[in-house]
């Protein structure tokens, strides 16, 4: 009877219910009914007393406590012992605290009672790994991905295995060199020839010695490494790179860290090769750094990649993906082609940074162009997608040819599925047949096309969502963040879309952990856990997400206490509900309909792409659609034009006040909207009517605000602005509108305060920044204005609408301070900015542009460089134009500020030289 009762029990805990059920009624023949009903009882209880143990040991490694967690699961096992997950869970935890031969046991079991339990294999791997007995190690990781190919951890423990193999090979087989330097190479990511065997003729001159301590020590290190002419000789050569390394040899440094990471002629360190690296990584990045002449110090560019590897792979150290971004960021900026292709994988796939797929394809092309195998197979790659531009796949054939003839396998592999294709085939049918071959990158591109119609697909979200769903289970990232939002839109309490959501968020994209988060505060989707939000939102933060830092910086735990206690003071308890029914409970009996009714207008009834805005042409629409892919600028912006559509219809519809509401909101959320005649007729009415019955309401007044500016004068809409702000102190909108009409009227100081205290009221909305450094250029505050210009591009995302004008206005204050180098920089950049501006935004015109522009044409048409006569901003006590004197009341030119005159008599008589470059600073 207890045999039967003990396999009903565990075929009931392994999820079998069939078993289960045969097994019970096996037990009913043989003992009756009632003997059953205690069978189910006890099992029961058994059932509720593992899972109560389980949530128990959540609890406790979540606080760190591993010996107590390892303790409960032990218990958990005696109660289960045919429960494979216990044993794999306990696994994990031996593995964490250094039981290692304990964790391999564990795993086996776990294996044993269940074979298709992938963290079983996971953790047998990574146990036997930490023996050291990598043979097998590597038999269980090609076990594992038998069972979960798709599985990351598994084929990433795999690739280190097979390192780790070739270079214990190497060390039994001195024979074996090549093998040990391909293995190098994969392992940290540096090109074959930057390891290969030095010149035998080389020999340093004086010049070399001075500026390269330990050069001496390092070449006898690469003899003893290599084996030129003598038997190679690990150990000597360590011995030899550390004693350079003392000496302040880079290079030494660098080469010891990398025996000390794979255990070559000594013990394997990654901790101390972290150490290492960084100790090299502090260096001088130049022996010479002159216009004329730049000579690296070998060595420390190497160091500051390798950290960046070891922080994005947490091989001796934590995983910390902006740390891994800054340092190969640096490398980059230090000429190294391997890091500007590491830095370009991290913006391409957004670790450690906000994606950018312009910037990652730029830096890319930088190490192509040094022959890098590895950055032309990954700018083919943004070729073949049309990733950070247009599609082209005559260009990515020709990049993945390059890695091929350079001996990248995988480039081969991209090129033999391109051979059939040429420059003349439709990219979208290629990008089909790569699909349907089972390509997840492929079927992501395929999906967003479907999705907005673009590149003469039709519109059809149906293909969208199923190429999505191919390309999420195949593993891919921004596929199940994109699945995620849109089955979001069409069911709001959707499991699937949950589940791909947490898979995107764990994978590292900042944008799912910052949704995630909202999850987690909100409660509909999740239980609402502020600590679970908070925790996502902080991983989202650092790396670089915007909205998550604004959501942390707005103290998300002062503001539940505060809700909370509001609810005590009502008597009420909001505890496990939703955030929006915590909210509505507070309110009103009589408000409450209509807070329902609201939310159910709010609620998708299905799912469907952008509509196009009626107010935007076809071409700027087809162009932000598929910019707003990677590009949150464009996103924003299609989300505010949805909004004004909205205001629209509302305003159509008789829905006055609303249209009023949602026309502030949309300008709230992005400026320079494109209003048709017929619809700002229609939005003028409904505010007009909106502003008579509601006069102090805020976001009445403030599209009040907005409406009356097309046709009032500055005067007049200055005047409301500062009637707002009367009325309205607390709101950053209307003082930065008072601030906005105060400097078309020239008061600039006044005008300055204003912005001012927009800051101060929305510190969060770094567009102000640009906004204060433009008034201060007019004050003479050329300091404080640099300042802030530098802080705006510092938050500002790299495609909005004021980073032209910013670089234009630090070039022009750079030109003031006779800084020809840092004008010439932040122009170029400027330039670039413009260039590669939104379709929606205009071409930029200031003042400021076209100063530093003359700057360049004089010289281009004289051959020379252009002597400007000091402005204000260049001198403390600024002069006259003409006649150079400093006494007197000075006045400046009312069109460009920037030269000032004693007297009209001067200003006349020094026009004909002024004129060349008096041009308006604002416009």
């Not at 096996?26 to 007393?49: F, L, Y």
């Not at 074996?176 to 340093?204: C, D, R, V």
């Not at 730029?362 to 997608?385: C, H, P, T």
């Not at 531009?389 to 391109?418: I, P, T």
């Amino acid at each position: 009877f207890y045999q039967v009762m003990r396999a009903a029990s565990t075929k009931s805990r392994a999820g079998s219910s069939s078993s289960s059920h045969d097994a019970y009624t096996a037990a009913s023949v043989s003992t009756g009914s009632r003997r059953t009903k205690k069978i189910n009882k006890h099992a029961a209880k058994i059932r509720a007393d593992v899972s109560n143990m389980c949530a128990e040991a959540d609890v406790l490694l979540a606080n760190g406590q591993l010996a107590e967690a390892h303790d409960v699961l032990t218990k958990a096992i005696d109660h289960d012992p045919s429960n494979g997950a216990l044993f794999a869970r306990r696994g994990e935890v031996c593995l964490k605290i250094g039981q290692h031969e304990q964790a391999h046991d564990d795993a086996e079991e776990a294996i044993k009672l269940d074979p298709s339990h992938t963290l079983a294999y996971v953790i047998l791997s990574s146990s036997l790994d930490k023996i050291g007995n990598w043979k097998e190690a590597e038999s269980v990781y090609e076990r594992g991905l038998l069972v979960d190919p798709s599985n990351t951890v598994l084929k990433l423990g795999l690739r280190d295995c097979r390192n780790k193999l070739a270079q214990q090979g190497w060390a039994d087989d001195p024979t074996e060199q090549n093998s040990l330097n391909e293995s190098l190479a994969h392992h940290s990511g540096i090109p074959l020839g930057s390891i290969k065997k030095p010149p035998s003729t080389f020999s340093p001159s004086q010049f070399d010695r001075i500026i390269v301590p330990g050069v001496d020590l390092v070449l006898q290190a690469h003899t003893a490494r290599d084996g030129l002419g003598c038997t190679p000789n690990a150990s000597k050569a360590a011995t030899l790179y550390k004693k350079a390394g003392d000496l302040g040899n880079a290079e030494g440094l660098y080469n010891f860290g990398l025996m000390l990471m794979n255990g070559i002629g000594l013990a394997r360190d990654p901790d101390q090769a972290r150490q290492v690296w960084e100790k090299a990584a502090s260096m001088k990045p130049w022996q010479i750094n002159t216009p004329k002449m730049r000579v690296p110090h070998l060595g420390v560019a190497l160091a500051e990649n390798s950290l960046g590897i070891i922080y994005r792979d947490g091989n001796g150290a934590d995983v910390d993906h902006p740390r891994a971004y800054q340092w190969f960021l640096r490398s980059a900026q230090h000429d190294l082609p391997v890091g500007m292709n590491n830095l370009g994988y991290a913006l391409r796939n957004g670790y450690g940074v906000k994606q950018d797929y312009a910037q990652a394809r730029r830096w890319f092309k930088v190490a192509s162009d040094v022959k890098l195998a590895a950055a032309q197979f990954n700018l083919g790659i943004m070729y073949e997608l049309g990733l950070g531009g247009e599609v082209d796949f005559a260009e990515a054939k020709r990049y993945y040819q390059m890695a091929a003839d350079a001996g990248l396998a995988d480039a081969a592999k991209q090129l033999s599925r391109l051979a059939h294709y040429d420059a003349s085939h439709d990219p979208m049918q290629i990008l089909q047949r790569l699909a349907d071959a089972g390509d997840a990158e492929a079927m992501y591109g395929l999906a967003l096309n479907y999705y907005s119609g673009y590149a003469g697909l039709p519109k059809d979200f149906e293909k969208a969502s199923s190429l999505l769903r191919r390309a999420s289970s195949a593993g891919h990232v921004l596929s199940q963040m994109h699945l995620s939002q849109w089955l979001f839109q069409r069911d709001k309490i959707s499991k699937e879309a949950l589940n791909l959501l947490s898979s995107a968020a764990q994978a590292g994209n900042s944008d799912a952990q910052y949704n995630l988060g909202l999850l987690y505060q909100e409660g509909e989707v999740v239980e609402m856990n502020i600590e679970e939000c908070i925790r996502w939102m902080k991983r989202a933060s650092a790396q670089q997400h915007e909205r998550a830092k604004e959501f942390l910086a707005s103290d998300p735990e002062r503001r539940m206490a505060d809700l909370r206690k509001l609810e005590r003071s009502q008597g009420l308890d909001g505890r496990g509900m939703p955030m929006q029914d915590r909210l509505a409970q507070m309110m009103p009996e009589e408000v409450r309909p209509w807070i329902a009714k609201l939310q159910e207008m709010r609620e998708p009834k299905q799912l469907h792409p952008r509509v196009k805005p009626r107010q935007m042409p076809d071409d700027m629409w087809i162009s932000l659609e598929q910019m707003s892919a990677f590009s949150t600028t464009a996103a924003d912006y299609l989300e505010a034009h949805a909004v004004l559509s909205s205001a629209f219809e509302s305003a159509e519809s008789g829905h006055l006040v609303e249209a009023a509401v949602q026309y502030a909101t949309a300008n709230i959320m992005c400026d320079l909207l494109k209003i048709p005649e017929d619809c700002y007729l229609k939005l003028k009415e409904a505010v007009k009517y909106a502003i008579n019955n509601h006069p102090n309401r805020p976001e009445i007044m403030y599209a009040h605000l907005k409406i009356s500016s097309y046709d009032s004068s500055v005067a007049a809409t200055g005047d409301y602005a500062h009637h707002c702000v009367q009325q309205h102190p607390d709101r950053y909108e209307f003082h930065e509108a008072y601030g906005q009409m105060l400097a078309f009227q020239n008061k600039w100081s006044a005008a300055e305060g204003s912005v001012q205290r927009a800051i101060d009221l929305a510190p969060s909305r770094y567009d102000l920044l640009y906004t204060i450094g433009s008034i201060q250029t007019h004050c003479d505050k050329r300091v404080e204005a640099k300042r802030n210009y530098l802080k705006y591009l510092e938050r500002a995302r790299p495609d909005n609408r004021e980073v032209a004008k910013a670089h234009y206005g630090l070039a022009s204050i750079f030109m003031t301070e006779k800084n020809m180098e840092k004008m010439k920089e932040h122009y170029e950049r400027g330039k670039y900015a413009e260039d590669n501006r939104l379709p929606c935004y205009p071409e930029v015109k200031t003042g400021s542009k076209e100063t530093v522009k003359l700057v360049f044409d004089m010289e281009a048409a004289t051959g020379r460089k252009t002597s400007f006569p000091s402005s204000p901003l260049a001198d403390d006590v600024p002069s006259c134009h003409h006649c150079h004197t400093k006494q007197g009341n000075l006045s400046r030119c009312s069109r460009c500020k920037g030269v000032s005159y004693c007297s009209k008599d001067c200003q006349r008589a020094g026009w004909k030289d002024h004129k060349g470059y008096c041009v308006p600073i604002m416009r």
